[in-house]
């Protein structure tokens, strides 16, 4: 299974490469001023901050929160692979790249942060 997952991440990893303006990271890497790729191929709004959650009943440096302009939050655990375009952009991919780009795997909603 972790081979099989291994390989699905490099084949995501190559085609995002391939691209040029798809970027391939991490969820705890920059991605600030970047909008995310969903699993369904549409594009989230720009990342506005991601936290680190040390107080995770998983453990400190387990999972992140990210932040979205719209106001969104999600959750993820560390080290799941993520493609990100920059905001400026979002004008120039097209919706075929996007579509061929999406990852796997996805977090979960957590409580949007402008209505905290």
């Known amino acids: 299974m972790a081979n099989t997952d291994a390989r699905r991440r ?8 391939q691209r040029g303006r798809l970027h391939p990271d991490v ?3 920059d991605l600030e001023g970047f909008a995310l790729v969903r699993p369904d191929g549409s594009l989230t709004a720009e990342v506005v901050h991601v936290q680190w ?9 387990t999972h992140v929160t ?11 655990a560390f080290d799941v ?3 990100k375009v920059r905001a400026a952009d ?3 991919v097209s919706r ?3 579509r061929r780009a999406a990852p796997s795997g996805w977090g979960i909603d957590a409580e949007r942060w402008d209505e905290a």
């Open 96 to 98: 075929d790249d996007v």
């Open 53 to 61: 959650m040390d107080n995770h009943p998983a453990g400190p440096d």
């Open 66 to 76: 990210v932040s979205f302009a719209d106001g969104r939050n999600v959750e993820f």
């Open 10 to 17: 490099w084949r995501e990893q190559q085609l995002a490469k």
């Open 27 to 29: 969820v705890q890497g």
């Open 90 to 92: 979002l004008q120039l």
């Open 81 to 83: 692979p993520v493609v």
